[in-house]
């Protein structure tokens, strides 16, 4: 052929078609580079979160409530977790059938070695280690710790890369949290309230012991309560924490209205109120709660405590009046919230003096058509056992990170005044009346002087309107000894059969709880 | 015509290009292979396929070119049956919905490769029978262009459309080479773009392809997948790539990851560096190649070189381009460096046949 030099015009085409995918290389992997690198490390790169170890939840001598474990769980690719936080042989067993598609991962398990001990305070975590409820919930953030993440490079099935490059961010350890009860007294008061609610049958029963110098909860009872370490299985209204709901405390609340009247002066320790089976206030008439036996036409102040006499309340209240009444009110902090670490915690119901109805100023001289909450009851009448001032209730002694270095922490805290030094020592004289010779024979405690008042409410209807016949929420509450006290306690037992009285109900409750705690705390005894 | 040694440096660029095609078949091949259970299990075969094939290369620079040249009918009429056959069920295997493969006992055949040989070897005797008749339309360049379309239909039907144009280019290159007229040739390309336009939009799978190659990132996980995962490798290698044995998109995410688009891969791991150097080899091999076929001692052999030189370099050129996305999706694979039986035996054979030719000079003024 003559035209041979056409195959040089092939050549100069094929060269150009070479050199423009040298251009495109050029293009794409000069300067497009980054972006291409970007989208490939997009679709390799695989962040797995790491949990953080849970901190654990201590009692105030460091005795473990709440920790984490070791578990293993079982992953299988496309069919999500087969099973979560098993032993390890038991995990290892199922993963023998299938080693190349089912992954080990190693999990906390959250383990609450104590069980029930504290059970509605604590709380419990979901699956993820997450604060459910309780203290758990209450103090997740500074439990949960900072998740950790693992970044490494996988193929689309989700398998890790072959000499895949990693790089471990390493999370934060949650933080310890240091609580204010004491394991000890915290199980002597459950077990105290639990034989109680067994006895009268009762839906519910509450212990709290504080300590009434710093108003440290030392022991937080509610019970019937659950396993935490099986909360699903339990009646998922034991979950919710009791001691945050408000209820009207009854005949315990006299010691307030008694309190308020003697700093306002419109009575004295000296004042005689008229003996009265009965009283009408704004249309309603207002009867004891049990025939008095009437020794005379007037009763004293003390009488009427220590026989907690409705109507005599009430003539306290009249000379009141709505105002200084709820002033007073007010200044025992009732309607505030405490604070005292549970999360969820009610601020109680007290309607202002304008808005009360008729009767409420003789209702609530006996702690009706009022709620209050446990803690606030506490802190009231902490008032007593501080000279007139309120100690703030707390649960929470203080939290610390993983290695030991301090974050937070709660001291006695003042919470205001509520009455004079001089009319605090009045009440607690009262109240000791109340215990030696009144209602309150019962939370007698043989070497300690011992105070306090009982309480039966009548339970208010759930719709709000009057009350149901029948049913009474039963309560005591004092502290002791009773001229340097130590320890203020609570008893509630809700809705007793049989005999409801606070008395008889609560009262063998509270001796038993306050006189273990006296002489675990070493007290010394101060009566023979 | 004179004899001489043969060409060397051509020589040198296949073994370059071989040699590396080797290189990243061990490194791309065993994610698939570990699927076996042999992460060997691609790199033994493709040991075998180069013995084959350089057995092969050996045999077609020891054989007679002036036979070849007198049983170039026959064997184009072989390989033309061969190709029919695998329409035949139980013949014929499908894989990924084409009908491309015969099943033999150790191998799959793929009469397609063999039939773009075969067409070469007779357009080159006819083309050089016909000497200065090419430039007659109706009695010389009208039939012949009768005889490829109708190759080319029979490949379409496969459907294989990569290969139809290798083919259709090929053999254009080669009416060009033989002195065509230069008319006749435009009108012929006219057609011939127009013709793959069609099909182009005749076929759902070839429409997606082209609506993928135009504007991949309309659809990164559907039908842009495989161009847009190509170009993820290619671009990550940045200019000295991610070094050898650390492409990621090896795993999984780049389809044919060791076969059409191993460049992809070479590109991730060796980088603009790896990709230039493969560039400028098939560079040098298209010049080596060009130079023997204008050196061969005669018509035939001139034709012949043109043909084989201009059938690898052109696959070369697609398979690249469709690699960075300058090209739509076809079915071809990368010579000398993709996996693959019937491709890299018959490469060699033609690698043979061009060392052949090389080997007997003309005269040159």
């Not at chain 1, 290389?25 to 849970?54: C, M, P, W």
């Not at chain 1, 098993?86 to 067993?93: G, I, S, V, Y």
């Not at chain 2, 170039?72 to 499908?94: A, E, Q």
Request: charged residues 20%; proline residues 4%; aromatic residues 10%.
């Amino acid at each position: 052929m003559q035209d041979r030099q056409r195959v040089y015009v092939l050549l100069l085409i094929f060269i150009l078609l070479l050199l423009s995918v040298l251009v495109r290389l050029i293009n794409l992997q000069i300067f497009n580079h980054s972006f291409y690198v970007g989208k490939s490390q997009d679709q390799h790169t695989r962040i797995i979160e790491l949990a953080a170890q849970r901190g654990d939840i201590v009692d105030r001598n460091g005795n473990i409530l709440s920790t984490s474990i070791d578990t293993y769980s079982l992953y299988k690719y496309k069919h999500g977790w087969l099973a979560r936080k098993l032993p390890l042989a038991e995990a290892e067993k199922i993963r023998e059938q299938e080693p190349l598609k089912i992954a080990l991962l190693k999990e906390k398990k959250r383990l609450y070695p104590k069980e029930r001990v504290a059970a509605q305070l604590l709380g419990f975590v979901g699956l993820d280690n997450q604060g459910l409820s309780g203290v758990e919930l209450s103090f997740d953030e500074y439990l949960c710790g900072k998740k950790g993440r693992l970044v490494t490079e996988g193929d689309p099935s989700g398998v890790e890369l072959y000499g895949a490059l990693r790089v471990l961010e390493a999370g934060e350890e949650g933080m310890n949290i240091t609580l204010t009860i004491d394991e000890n007294i915290q199980y002597v008061a459950e077990r105290e309230i639990e034989k109680q609610i067994k006895k009268y049958q009762a839906i519910s029963g509450t212990v709290i012991v504080m300590d009434a110098e710093t108003g440290e909860i030392l022991a937080l009872a509610s019970k019937p309560d659950f396993d935490p370490n099986a909360y699903k299985s339990a009646d998922k209204r034991l979950w919710h924490p009791r001691v945050v709901d408000p209820f009207e405390p009854g005949s315990t609340f006299k010691t307030i209205t008694t309190a308020i009247a003697l700093e306002e002066g419109v009575i004295s320790e000296e004042t005689m109120l008229e003996a009265k089976d009965s009283i009408t206030v704004g249309g309603r008439v207002i009867k004891n709660s049990h025939a008095i036996n009437w020794p005379d036409s007037r009763i004293t102040i003390s009488k009427m405590l220590e026989e907690s006499i409705n109507t005599g309340a009430v003539q306290i209240g009249l000379k009141l009046g709505p105002e200084k009444f709820y002033n007073g009110i007010k200044k025992f902090n009732f309607g505030s919230s405490t604070a005292f670490g549970l999360y969820g915690e009610s601020k109680g119901i007290v309607n202002h003096w304008q808005r009360w109805h008729k009767p409420d100023i003789a209702m609530i001289t006996f702690g009706q058509s009022i709620a209050v909450t446990p803690m606030q009851l506490l802190a009231a009448f902490s008032a007593f056992t501080n000279q007139g001032e309120i100690v703030k209730p707390f649960l929470i002694k203080k939290i610390e990170s993983c290695d030991g270095k301090f974050v937070k922490g709660n001291a006695r805290q003042l919470w205001g005044r509520a009455v004079s030094a001089k009319v605090a020592d009045q009440v607690k004289k009262l109240l000791q009346n109340v215990v030696e010779i009144g209602t309150g024979k019962l939370g007698r405690i043989t070497g300690f002087s011992v105070a306090g008042k009982t309480g039966t409410a009548q339970k208010a209807s759930p719709g709000g309107r009057g009350y149901l016949q029948g049913h009474y929420i039963a309560s005591f509450i004092g502290f002791a000894p009773v001229k340097d006290p130590k320890v203020i306690c609570l008893v509630i037992v809700d809705d007793p059969r049989g005999k409801y009285w606070g008395a008889t109900v609560c009262g063998p409750v509270f001796k038993d709880v306050v006189e273990y705690s006296l002489r675990y705390l070493n007290v010394k005894p101060d009566v023979l | 015509m004179r004899k001489s040694k043969i060409d060397y440096l051509f020589l040198f660029s296949v073994l370059a290009l071989t040699a590396i095609g080797l290189i990243m078949i061990f490194s791309a091949s065993p994610t698939m292979a570990l699927k076996s259970g042999d992460p060997l299990y691609f790199i033994k075969r493709h040991i075998v396929y180069l013995l084959l094939g350089f057995s092969a290369l050996y045999f077609g620079l020891r054989i007679d070119l002036t036979k070849l040249k007198r049983w170039s009918i026959w064997i184009f009429v072989g390989s033309l049956v061969l190709l029919l056959l695998v329409f035949i069920p139980g013949v014929g295997r499908k894989v990924l919905g084409a009908s491309r493969w015969i099943d033999l006992v150790f191998i799959s055949f793929q009469p397609s490769e063999l039939i773009k040989l075969t067409m070469i070897l007779l357009l080159a005797n006819l083309l050089a029978k016909m000497g200065k008749g090419i430039t007659d339309f109706l009695k010389g360049l009208g039939p012949l262009l009768l005889l490829v379309g109708a190759v080319a239909a029979i490949i379409i039907k496969q459907p294989d459309l990569g290969t139809a144009i290798a083919i259709f280019s090929t053999s254009f290159i080669m009416l060009f080479a033989a002195g065509a007229k230069l008319f006749h040739l435009s009108l012929i390309a006219g057609v011939g773009v127009a013709g793959i336009i069609v099909l182009s939009f005749t076929s759902a799978y070839r429409f997606r392809r082209l609506v993928a190659y135009l504007d991949p990132w309309k659809d990164p996980q559907g039908i842009g997948f495989h161009i847009i995962q190509s170009l993820l490798a290619v671009g990550s290698g940045g200019l000295f790539g991610l070094g050898l044995g650390a492409s990621r998109q090896k795993f999984f995410y780049l389809p044919q990851q060791f076969t059409d688009f191993i460049f992809a891969i070479l590109c991730e791991e060796l980088g603009f560096i790896g990709g230039a150097a493969v560039i400028g080899l098939f560079i040098f091999f298209a010049g080596r190649g060009i130079r023997i076929a204008f050196l061969a001692r005669d018509d035939f052999s001139y034709l012949l070189a043109t043909g084989l030189i201009g059938w690898l370099t052109l696959q070369a050129i697609m398979n690249l381009m469709v690699v960075v996305g300058l090209l739509p999706t076809t079915g071809i694979p990368l010579p000398f460096i993709s996996y693959g039986g019937t491709a890299t035996i018959i490469s060699l054979f033609s690698v043979g046949i061009l060392l052949n030719i090389s080997s007997q000079t003309r005269k040159v003024n």
